[in-house]
């Protein structure tokens, strides 16, 4: 079965850095397009950042462009997410999105918090 775990999540101070990982399995990696999505309280889900099967063009939100950074390794089947110059409206929880033919898959999310 398809399995997506995030890890990488913690407390950080505004203007830092955290990478995060999604570790997936039960399903061939390099072929499907894999995003990344936060949750605010109280907020919609809502898309981060996304990456096709071979690594091509990503697509970034307007709120993270020039910060944050989508990437893959189809070898070790793990999705990341570089975030830098972090701000305190980046504070959410944060998804690994894999949508497989017509359904899409969730990990459990990794809790960003960006506090002084």
């Known amino acids: 079965q398809v399995q997506l775990v995030e890890s990488g999540g913690g407390l950080v101070q505004p203007g830092g850095s955290l990478r995060l990982s999604c570790t997936a399995s039960?399903?061939?990696?390099?072929?499907?397009?894999m995003s990344w999505y936060r949750q605010a309280p109280g907020k919609v889900r809502e898309l981060v950042a996304s990456i096709p099967g071979t690594g091509g063009l990503r697509n970034y939100a307007d709120s993270v462009k020039g910060r944050f950074t989508i990437s893959r390794d189809n070898v070790k089947k793990t999705l990341y997410l570089q975030m830098n110059s972090l701000k305190p409206e980046d504070t959410a929880v944060y998804y690994c999105?894999?949508?497989?033919?017509?359904?899409?898959?969730w990990g459990q999310g990794t809790q960003v918090t960006v506090s002084s």
């Open positions: 999105n894999a949508r497989i033919r017509t359904t899409d898959y």
């Open positions: 039960g399903f061939t990696f390099s072929s499907y397009g």
